[in-house]
């Protein structure tokens, strides 16, 4: 009798657990999963890799780009507010602080093509707000600007992130290449910056500028 028991109770038990199975929801990553995968990654301080220009002129040099250090903060609705503290790389003469918030939006088609894959979320904001500070006492005081543009992209499951900031002044931007989300950088961020200021230097000295 008690092994009838213990035999029918195991049953009920694989019956349920086939249902349970059963009504889990399978397939892509819905929009409000994606965003708070990306929560997880992008909040604090996060390292990332990029290039630097002005007008046309890539300041970071080196195809590896420059270390540079972003803080994250996600709001109530689902704003991703994105700050960067003191910009200045390659000897800029001034440092950029610069502040924005994104907004998830749809991809559009082209997007779509260009990175395919269930898990990309599209963030967006023209709202920047830009200032300077410059470096040496000699240089005179720098008006700030607004209208600075972020277009970003991540992908919550493989934690890529890619963004293009336009700071709207003096024709200076800055591109996050396609890269994983490292959160380990932190830790390292000065030597990484000492060690990108070492190979820029060599760099422009084969470059014979």
Not at 34 to 39: F, L, N, P
Request: with cysteine; hydrophobic share 40%.
């Amino acid at each position: 009798m008690k092994l009838k028991t213990i035999l029918s109770l195991s049953l009920v038990a694989l019956i349920l657990g086939g249902l349970a199975s059963c009504s889990k929801p399978s397939g892509p990553m819905t929009q409000t999963e994606k965003i708070e995968s990306a929560k997880t990654l992008l909040t604090g301080k996060v390292v990332l890799s990029a290039h630097a220009f002005m007008g046309e002129k890539n300041l970071t040099g080196l195809k590896t780009g420059a270390p540079m250090m972003y803080n994250f903060e996600w709001k109530a609705d689902n704003t991703l507010h994105l700050k960067l503290d003191g910009f200045s790389v390659a000897k800029m003469p001034l440092r950029l602080f610069f502040d924005a918030d994104l907004k998830p939006v749809p991809e559009n088609q082209w997007e779509k093509d260009e990175m395919p894959g269930d898990g990309w979320i599209k963030l967006y904001g023209d709202n920047g707000v830009t200032s300077l500070t410059a470096i040496s006492p000699k240089m005179p005081k720098m008006p700030g600007g607004t209208g600075g543009k972020v277009t970003m992209f991540v992908n919550a499951e493989t934690h890529e992130i890619q963004f293009d900031l336009d700071f709207n002044m003096m024709g200076i931007k800055a591109e996050v290449f396609r890269q994983k989300i490292d959160p380990a950088r932190v830790n390292n961020y000065e030597a990484e910056k000492k060690k990108f200021d070492e190979d820029y230097a060599a760099w422009k000295k084969n470059q014979g500028l």
